[in-house]
T-cell receptor, first 112, second 114 residues
Framework: QQQVKQSPQSLIVQKGGIPIINCAYE??????FPWYQQFPGKGPALLIA?????SEKKEGRFTISFNKSAKQFSLHIMDSQPGDSATYFC???????????FGQGTRLTINP | DAGVIQSPRHEVTEMGQEVTLRCKPI?????LFWYRQTMMRGLELLIY????????DSGMPEDRFSAKMPNASFSTLKIQPSEPRDSAVYFC????????????FGSGTRLTVV
Protein backbone atom coordinates (compact mmCIF):
# COMPACT_ATOMS: atom_id res chain seq x y z
CA GLN A 1 0.00 0.00 0.00
CA GLN A 2 1.51 3.26 -1.16
CA GLN A 3 1.32 5.70 1.76
CA VAL A 4 2.41 8.67 -0.30
CA LYS A 5 1.06 8.83 -3.85
CA GLN A 6 3.07 10.87 -6.32
CA SER A 7 2.20 12.05 -9.81
CA PRO A 8 3.04 12.23 -12.61
CA GLN A 9 5.51 9.40 -13.11
CA SER A 10 7.32 11.38 -15.77
CA LEU A 11 7.23 14.96 -16.97
CA ILE A 12 8.82 16.81 -19.87
CA VAL A 13 8.99 20.61 -19.79
CA GLN A 14 10.70 23.20 -21.95
CA LYS A 15 13.43 25.34 -20.42
CA GLY A 16 11.92 28.22 -18.49
CA GLY A 17 8.65 26.38 -17.86
CA ILE A 18 7.24 25.56 -14.42
CA PRO A 19 7.04 21.82 -13.77
CA ILE A 20 4.64 20.84 -10.98
CA ILE A 21 4.84 17.53 -9.13
CA ASN A 22 2.02 16.48 -6.83
CA CYS A 23 1.81 14.23 -3.80
CA ALA A 24 -1.08 13.06 -1.64
CA TYR A 25 -1.18 11.21 1.66
CA GLU A 26 -3.76 9.69 3.99
CA UNK A 27 -2.00 9.32 7.32
CA UNK A 28 -2.50 12.37 9.54
CA UNK A 29 0.38 11.19 11.74
CA UNK A 30 2.92 12.62 9.28
CA UNK A 31 4.60 15.78 10.54
CA UNK A 32 7.34 16.61 8.04
CA PHE A 33 7.31 16.56 4.24
CA PRO A 34 10.62 16.73 2.39
CA TRP A 35 11.41 16.59 -1.30
CA TYR A 36 14.48 14.82 -2.61
CA GLN A 37 16.29 15.16 -5.91
CA GLN A 38 18.18 12.24 -7.41
CA PHE A 39 20.60 12.27 -10.33
CA PRO A 40 21.57 9.04 -12.13
CA GLY A 41 24.09 7.01 -10.18
CA LYS A 42 23.67 9.12 -7.05
CA GLY A 43 21.67 8.87 -3.86
CA PRO A 44 18.69 11.15 -3.27
CA ALA A 45 19.59 14.57 -1.85
CA LEU A 46 17.34 16.79 0.26
CA LEU A 47 16.00 19.67 -1.79
CA ILE A 48 13.41 21.43 0.36
CA ALA A 49 11.04 20.48 3.18
CA UNK A 50 7.89 21.78 4.86
CA UNK A 51 5.90 21.21 8.05
CA UNK A 52 2.10 20.99 7.97
CA UNK A 53 1.56 24.28 9.84
CA UNK A 54 2.96 26.18 6.84
CA SER A 55 1.13 26.55 3.51
CA GLU A 56 4.09 27.50 1.34
CA LYS A 57 7.86 27.48 1.45
CA LYS A 58 10.31 28.87 -1.11
CA GLU A 59 14.00 28.20 -1.49
CA GLY A 60 15.48 29.75 -4.58
CA ARG A 61 13.59 28.49 -7.61
CA PHE A 62 11.89 25.68 -5.66
CA THR A 63 8.54 26.11 -3.91
CA ILE A 64 6.46 23.68 -1.88
CA SER A 65 2.74 24.32 -1.61
CA PHE A 66 0.96 22.46 1.20
CA ASN A 67 -2.78 21.91 1.60
CA LYS A 68 -3.36 20.30 4.98
CA SER A 69 -7.12 19.88 4.63
CA ALA A 70 -6.76 18.13 1.29
CA LYS A 71 -3.69 16.18 2.46
CA GLN A 72 -1.79 17.23 -0.63
CA PHE A 73 1.48 18.97 -1.34
CA SER A 74 3.31 19.90 -4.47
CA LEU A 75 6.69 21.00 -5.76
CA HIS A 76 7.02 23.83 -8.26
CA ILE A 77 10.25 24.66 -10.05
CA MET A 78 10.41 28.20 -11.39
CA ASP A 79 12.44 29.06 -14.48
CA SER A 80 13.39 25.41 -14.96
CA GLN A 81 16.79 24.58 -16.44
CA PRO A 82 18.18 21.47 -18.17
CA GLY A 83 20.31 20.92 -15.06
CA ASP A 84 17.10 20.34 -13.10
CA SER A 85 16.52 17.14 -15.08
CA ALA A 86 16.45 14.44 -12.41
CA THR A 87 14.10 12.18 -10.51
CA TYR A 88 12.17 13.89 -7.72
CA PHE A 89 10.71 12.15 -4.69
CA CYS A 90 8.28 13.46 -2.17
CA UNK A 91 8.34 11.91 1.29
CA UNK A 92 6.60 12.03 4.64
CA UNK A 93 7.87 11.40 8.15
CA UNK A 94 5.92 9.79 10.95
CA UNK A 95 5.39 12.04 13.95
CA UNK A 96 7.64 10.96 16.79
CA UNK A 97 9.72 8.74 14.54
CA UNK A 98 12.57 9.30 12.18
CA UNK A 99 11.55 7.09 9.29
CA UNK A 100 10.48 8.48 5.95
CA UNK A 101 8.12 6.94 3.44
CA PHE A 102 8.68 7.97 -0.15
CA GLY A 103 6.49 8.54 -3.16
CA GLN A 104 7.18 6.56 -6.33
CA GLY A 105 9.20 9.35 -7.91
CA THR A 106 8.83 11.62 -10.93
CA ARG A 107 11.36 11.59 -13.73
CA LEU A 108 11.64 15.19 -14.87
CA THR A 109 13.23 16.20 -18.17
CA ILE A 110 13.84 19.85 -19.00
CA ASN A 111 14.45 20.32 -22.72
CA PRO A 112 16.79 23.12 -23.81
CA ASP B 1 32.91 15.51 5.94
CA ALA B 2 33.04 12.78 3.28
CA GLY B 3 29.34 12.08 3.60
CA VAL B 4 27.80 8.63 3.89
CA ILE B 5 30.17 6.07 2.41
CA GLN B 6 28.93 2.81 0.96
CA SER B 7 30.87 -0.11 -0.42
CA PRO B 8 31.06 -1.73 -2.80
CA ARG B 9 29.53 0.51 -5.49
CA HIS B 10 28.67 -2.46 -7.64
CA GLU B 11 28.29 -6.11 -6.76
CA VAL B 12 27.55 -8.98 -9.11
CA THR B 13 27.03 -12.35 -7.51
CA GLU B 14 25.56 -15.72 -8.28
CA MET B 15 22.29 -16.89 -6.86
CA GLY B 16 22.79 -18.61 -3.53
CA GLN B 17 25.90 -16.66 -2.57
CA GLU B 18 26.18 -14.46 0.51
CA VAL B 19 26.35 -10.72 -0.10
CA THR B 20 27.48 -8.10 2.42
CA LEU B 21 26.93 -4.40 1.88
CA ARG B 22 28.73 -1.87 4.03
CA CYS B 23 27.99 1.64 5.23
CA LYS B 24 29.83 4.33 7.16
CA PRO B 25 27.45 7.07 8.33
CA ILE B 26 28.30 10.70 8.90
CA UNK B 27 30.06 11.22 12.21
CA UNK B 28 27.64 12.50 14.84
CA UNK B 29 24.54 11.20 13.10
CA UNK B 30 22.74 8.85 15.45
CA UNK B 31 20.22 7.43 12.98
CA LEU B 32 21.10 5.03 10.19
CA PHE B 33 18.72 3.74 7.53
CA TRP B 34 18.90 1.05 4.86
CA TYR B 35 16.69 1.54 1.79
CA ARG B 36 16.24 -0.53 -1.34
CA GLN B 37 15.36 1.09 -4.67
CA THR B 38 13.76 -0.73 -7.61
CA MET B 39 11.76 0.49 -10.58
CA MET B 40 8.70 -1.45 -9.47
CA ARG B 41 8.65 -0.61 -5.76
CA GLY B 42 10.56 2.67 -5.56
CA LEU B 43 12.42 3.46 -2.34
CA GLU B 44 11.58 1.01 0.43
CA LEU B 45 12.80 1.32 4.00
CA LEU B 46 14.30 -1.98 5.10
CA ILE B 47 15.52 -1.20 8.62
CA TYR B 48 16.74 1.68 10.72
CA UNK B 49 18.93 2.07 13.78
CA UNK B 50 19.14 4.67 16.52
CA UNK B 51 22.37 4.78 18.51
CA UNK B 52 23.34 1.42 17.01
CA UNK B 53 20.11 -0.27 18.14
CA UNK B 54 17.63 -1.57 15.53
CA UNK B 55 14.37 0.33 15.93
CA UNK B 56 12.20 -0.91 13.08
CA ASP B 57 12.98 -3.88 10.84
CA SER B 58 9.46 -4.36 9.53
CA GLY B 59 10.63 -3.64 6.00
CA MET B 60 13.15 -6.47 5.87
CA PRO B 61 11.65 -8.71 3.21
CA GLU B 62 12.49 -12.08 4.72
CA ASP B 63 14.88 -13.98 6.96
CA ARG B 64 17.52 -14.02 4.25
CA PHE B 65 18.16 -10.35 5.06
CA SER B 66 19.96 -9.23 8.20
CA ALA B 67 21.53 -5.95 9.31
CA LYS B 68 23.93 -5.05 12.07
CA MET B 69 25.44 -1.90 13.48
CA PRO B 70 28.30 -2.94 15.77
CA ASN B 71 29.37 0.67 16.41
CA ALA B 72 28.45 4.24 15.54
CA SER B 73 30.61 4.33 12.43
CA PHE B 74 29.75 1.08 10.67
CA SER B 75 26.77 -0.95 9.52
CA THR B 76 26.29 -3.98 7.30
CA LEU B 77 23.37 -5.41 5.37
CA LYS B 78 23.72 -9.09 4.59
CA ILE B 79 21.73 -11.26 2.21
CA GLN B 80 22.17 -14.99 2.56
CA PRO B 81 21.38 -16.74 0.28
CA SER B 82 20.93 -14.17 -2.46
CA GLU B 83 18.26 -14.51 -5.15
CA PRO B 84 17.80 -12.75 -8.53
CA ARG B 85 14.82 -10.79 -7.14
CA ASP B 86 17.18 -9.14 -4.66
CA SER B 87 18.76 -7.23 -7.55
CA ALA B 88 18.33 -3.54 -6.75
CA VAL B 89 20.20 -0.46 -5.61
CA TYR B 90 20.69 -0.46 -1.85
CA PHE B 91 21.11 2.89 -0.13
CA CYS B 92 22.34 3.70 3.30
CA UNK B 93 21.38 7.06 4.83
CA UNK B 94 22.07 8.79 8.13
CA UNK B 95 20.54 11.69 10.02
CA UNK B 96 20.95 13.49 13.31
CA UNK B 97 18.24 13.44 15.98
CA UNK B 98 15.37 15.69 14.90
CA UNK B 99 16.36 15.21 11.29
CA UNK B 100 15.70 18.84 10.44
CA UNK B 101 18.45 18.62 7.87
CA UNK B 102 16.88 15.51 6.43
CA UNK B 103 18.64 12.33 5.58
CA UNK B 104 22.01 12.22 3.88
CA PHE B 105 22.15 9.30 1.47
CA GLY B 106 25.19 7.43 0.27
CA SER B 107 25.76 6.78 -3.42
CA GLY B 108 24.32 3.30 -3.15
CA THR B 109 25.38 -0.23 -3.98
CA ARG B 110 24.02 -1.66 -7.21
CA LEU B 111 23.49 -5.37 -6.59
CA THR B 112 22.97 -7.80 -9.43
CA VAL B 113 22.23 -11.43 -8.61
CA VAL B 114 22.52 -13.75 -11.61
Amino acid sequence: QQQVKQSPQSLIVQKGGIPIINCAYENTAFDYFPWYQQFPGKGPALLIAIRPDVSEKKEGRFTISFNKSAKQFSLHIMDSQPGDSATYFCAARYQGAQKLVFGQGTRLTINP
Amino acid sequence: DAGVIQSPRHEVTEMGQEVTLRCKPISGHDYLFWYRQTMMRGLELLIYFNNNVPIDDSGMPEDRFSAKMPNASFSTLKIQPSEPRDSAVYFCASSPTGGGQGYTFGSGTRLTVV
